[in-house]
């Protein structure tokens, strides 16, 4: 029961776009991971800190993207065990640096170069959606951020901004419309996957 | 415009996972079929994925502030030492707990003969030309207190002349040292025998402390009622200040 409180707290938080609670939470369990991390792997401070930093952002993520809707265990246990597989991780690519007979090239493992290229190509198109997200004034990104990334509905936006949801629904299309020329402008002959 | 507008939010449906699984199939569909729908489906997944990873690099950002103020943050002065701290406090309890033992365990009367114990500092000088080494070699390991040693020789040299009132005076302090108490009264009460020595005032306070270390109250108090009587004893004042204290002064 506890846990759904936490986690509710943490859905309220992306929902409006506030990152404080995961800074306090952050904040809460850092030394204990560290301490955690150094006893359980023998990883550095640092490498301990940063899984315990990618832990935090997974979850973050993980709510955002509504993949985390309800939790069986606490919020500590959670992103406990996000950080001992990340740094469970960092040990085996440690290990397979300093034992090049276990990668897979060497093994004569093929590799499907293809989908290689192909997400290269969804990684170009990202980045140029980017570049161009810097070009919008604040208030475009500010409704693209709201509408997307915070999961507000078109009725909130448009009460908060005093304006019809059909004029936010407007402004909403004309901002994609503009981005998708400019991108797709760039790409013309794009076969990549999604 | 109306299907622009169509196409864009049904783009969003699909990419969000609003669909239905039966509509979501038909616009699968259209996107096998349609480039340009391709095209736009595409350019919108790419808009959507940079403004998460735009939001999870400013999270991240953050974090990593957050990071640096923990790392960088002055650590107290208290928080730096406190292993020292406790350490140092624990040091200053245990010698605490040691003084409080040897308070509550030790005797009054050996805490007397503590405090009143002269210090001898023993003779700079040689004594007798003959046995002017042994003699030399004995002192020297007296005031080193190194008192067994000095002692076998002490006990040496009074073997060849057992009536000499210095050698019988160190003798019995080294016995007094070695907590040999009877030894040290029998050599003591064999210098107060002998008239005229130098050592009588030395000695009868040292027999004094020597029944005092014994718990022998009687006989610790006659002797020193006796010094404190004496006008111009060594120990008169001493004696004095022995006789008023609370152990001679209950039965």
Not at chain 1, 159 to 183: H, M, N, P, Q, T
Not at chain 2, 163 to 175: H, I
Request: glycine share 4%; with cysteine.
């Amino acid at each position: 029961m506890k846990s759904d409180i936490s986690l509710q707290i943490l859905q309220q938080a992306v929902a409006s776009g506030n990152h404080s609670a995961f800074e306090s939470l952050y904040a809460l369990y850092r030394t204990e991971f560290i301490r955690f991390g150094c006893n359980k792997t023998g990883c550095s401070t640092e490498e301990c800190a940063d899984a315990f930093q990618e832990a935090i952002v997974a979850l973050y993520e993980n709510i955002r993207e509504k993949r985390l809707l309800e939790l069986h265990s606490s919020i500590k246990t959670y992103i406990f065990t996000i950080g001992k597989f990340k740094l469970l991780n960092l040990i085996k690519k440690k290990s397979l640096h300093s034992n090049f007979c276990s990668h897979e090239l060497i093994n004569g493992n093929t590799i499907d170069f293809n989908s290689m290229e192909k997400k290269s190509e969804t990684d170009q198109l990202i980045y140029r959606a980017a570049e161009i997200l810097k070009d919008l004034s604040s208030d475009e990104r500010n409704l693209l951020q709201r509408f997307y990334i915070e999961d507000q509905s078109l009725k909130t936006i448009a009460d908060e901004l005093g304006i019809s949801e059909g004029a936010v629904r407007k402004r909403k299309f004309d901002v994609l419309k503009k981005l998708s020329k400019k991108i797709s402008g760039g790409f013309l002959s794009f076969t990549g996957t999604l | 415009m109306i299907d622009e507008y169509s196409d864009i939010e049904k783009i969003e449906q699909f990419l969000l996972g609003k669909m239905g699984a039966e509509e979501a199939a038909i616009f699968e569909n259209r996107i096998a079929e349609d480039a340009s729908l391709r095209k736009e489906l595409f350019a919108f997944d790419a808009i959507l994925k940079a403004l998460r990873n735009h939001d999870s690099e400013l999270f991240k950002q953050k974090l990593r502030d957050r990071e640096m103020l923990i790392a960088n943050r002055p650590i107290s002065f208290f928080r730096k030492y406190r292993f020292a701290m406790a350490a140092s406090l624990l040091l200053l309890l245990s010698i605490g707990a040691a003084i409080f033992v040897f308070s509550a365990r030790t005797p009054l009367h050996e805490k007397l003969v503590v405090l009143y114990k002269p210090i001898e500092p023993g003779l700079p000088v040689l004594m007798d030309n003959s046995d002017s080494r042994s003699i030399s070699d004995a002192m020297s390991l007296f005031q080193d207190e190194k008192f067994e040693e000095s002692l076998l020789l002490f006990d040496g040299l009074l073997a060849e002349k057992p009536a000499n009132d210095t050698l019988l005076f160190f003798d019995a302090l080294c016995n007094f040292e070695l907590e040999k108490y009877s030894e040290a009264q029998k050599k003591l009460e064999m210098v107060l025998s002998c008239e005229n020595s130098v050592w009588i005032e030395k000695s009868e306070w040292w027999l004094a402390l020597s029944f005092l270390s014994q718990n022998e109250k009687a006989k610790s108090r006659l002797l020193l009622q006796k010094i404190e009587a004496e006008k111009g004893h060594l120990f008169n004042e001493k004696a004095g200040q022995l006789l008023v204290e609370d152990y001679f002064l209950s039965n």
